[in-house]
């Protein structure tokens, strides 16, 4: 079923390059539904939330960067700019999601600890928004041609993803302290996990002190801006 | 004392999240040339203060990167409170966002105090293996006894490696172990704890860390337990609660661009910025 998902996202992709809204929407709503429809039943097979393996948290941050794309799209009278590439970035979730290494089904009683559950969920919420935010900032260097004040607004709602990501991070580090302080008797433990989620909180800030912020014509802006999906997939699901 | 004015420039802040960004991404690779788990097993044993008072050749490299880090946060400390001073404050008149920054921002500052000083002041023995009737005596002249363990699943899947547990193995919710803790002869605790589930007595804590396999001549299986105190873990959790409130809200706030945002940007020359 994930190969007709990837195929009705590249037809999608493909349609709205096209400028084809109207048949892209049908088929986004559809792929939508169908990858609902996929997270549920893993659910229900596994008894837990599909957050806890790399290539299920891949398909649930792809199913809410999709959601979020179709949503807010609905919503605005003029073409969401970075659409397009919100829409590749799903594929190359998916296609990541299909490809990587299935894991050996496992459970483990943390995927029933509440703290533990909503630590992963806001993860992943937080690497959507991100992602969402590196579509925005990616739609700038086409918009800053010809069409600059739609890429100082394309820059600012980069910006208000990014925070959104980071209020997000914020959140599952707040539920991960609480997990450690109930699990392991301290709000902070030594280890390149912790460490490289103190990394992605000062990078978030690094983006947001920008002197002259998301209203300058700032490359270094954009730059980091757009990085940030990429470095929080990384450090999500890099295992060294 | 004069504060030179770079201390309170946005550039100094970028500068020093920039610097802080790349320590702490040296972490893991120091980590492995120091010897990989030894290392944070060791930083993660005690207290820091008796980690960085012990005297080890192979933890030195990471004890000039935690030295370095509470360097840089403590020169961001002082960007923060000299740029609350002369850029917050004399703005706070100008708008609820300006209130909403400068809140962020003081309890931001609050937090990080709060989480390092976590690191030098507190109570933290080793953890330790006890079973059902044995009491250990720890420091500090306390005493823990081991009233009752409750385990109602298969002690046999303790010898299993966890990755290898199914969904039905193991409830943490249904297994647990009954102690009581005392000080000089004077009962200072005592109740259930169950995984995920810590006896609590002021800042004072006891942790189930998980089961061992049972000791010699018994079914039931043995408990590795922690004790605790550490005053600032719950300030810390209530300064990030209401520090992901204020973030929260300074998003809401500034969802829309202003309308005298939208015209096409130019140019801001150095004094403005500043």
């Known amino acids: 079923m994930l190969i007709v998902i990837v195929a009705l996202y590249i037809i999608v992709f493909l349609l709205t390059w096209l400028k084809k809204s109207s048949y892209s929407w049908m088929l986004l709503l559809t792929a939508l539904l169908m990858q609902g429809w996929n997270l549920v039943n893993f659910t229900l097979q596994t008894h837990h939330l599909p957050v806890f393996t790399p290539a299920a948290s891949l398909m649930l941050v792809a199913f809410i960067l999709g959601l979020t794309t179709f949503f807010i799209s609905m919503r605005t009278v003029t073409p969401l700019p970075g659409r397009r590439w919100a829409i590749l970035l799903t594929i190359i979730l998916l296609a990541a999601a299909l490809l990587w290494p299935q894991a050996p089904p496992c459970f483990d009683y943390n995927h029933i600890y509440p703290y533990a559950v909503a630590f992963h969920v806001f993860r992943r919420l937080a690497l959507a928004a991100a992602l969402f935010a590196t579509a925005l900032f990616l739609s700038t260097f086409s918009l800053n041609v010809h069409k600059v004040k739609e890429a100082a607004i394309a820059r600012h709602q980069g910006r208000t993803a990014l925070l959104a990501a980071t209020v997000f991070y914020l959140l599952s580090e707040d539920t991960g302290i609480i997990w450690c302080l109930n699990g392991w008797a301290d709000v902070w433990r030594w280890t390149p996990g912790f460490i490289i989620s103190s990394m992605v909180i000062m990078f978030l800030m690094l983006i947001l002190h920008l002197p002259g912020g998301s209203l300058k014509n700032n490359s270094w802006y954009t730059i980091l801006g757009l990085s940030c999906g990429p470095l929080m997939f990384i450090a999500q699901f890099y295992k060294p | ?274």
């Open chain 2, 1 to 274: 004392m004069r504060v030179p004015p770079i201390i309170a420039s946005l550039r100094f802040t970028t500068g020093l999240l920039t610097t802080l960004t790349i320590w702490f991404a040296a972490f893991t690779p120091l980590v492995r040339l120091g010897g990989g788990r030894k290392i944070i097993k060791a930083m993660n044993h005690g207290m820091i203060i008796d980690w960085l008072r012990q005297e080890s050749a192979a933890s030195m490299p990471m004890k000039l990167w935690f030295a370095g880090l509470c360097l840089l946060m403590g020169l961001l400390a002082l960007n923060l409170i000299t740029c609350t001073w002369r850029r917050f404050l004399p703005t706070l008149h100008d708008s609820s966002k300006k209130w909403l920054i400068f809140l962020i921002h003081l309890v931001f500052g609050l937090l990080v105090l709060c989480h390092g000083a976590g690191f030098f002041w507190g109570w933290r023995p080793s953890p330790i293996v006890a079973h059902s009737g044995e009491t250990v005596a720890l420091t500090n002249g306390r005493q823990l006894a081991i009233d009752h363990i409750t385990f109602n699943d298969d002690p046999a899947i303790l010898a299993k490696p966890r990755r290898q547990w199914t969904y039905h193995d193991f409830d943490y919710r249904h297994n647990s172990v009954q102690i009581h803790l005392v000080q000089n002869s004077t009962m200072i605790a005592a109740g259930r704890v169950a995984t995920y589930e810590p006896l609590r007595h002021g800042s004072l804590q006891v942790t189930l860390l998980g089961f061992t396999t049972p000791g010699q001549g018994s079914q039931t299986p043995g408990v590795h337990l922690r004790i605790t105190q550490a005053p600032l873990a719950r300030p810390t959790i209530w300064l990030f609660h209401l520090m992901i409130l204020l973030t929260f809200s300074y998003c809401i706030v500034t969802w829309r661009l202003a309308a005298t945002d939208r015209r096409p940007t130019h140019k801001i020359t150095e004094n403005k910025e500043e």
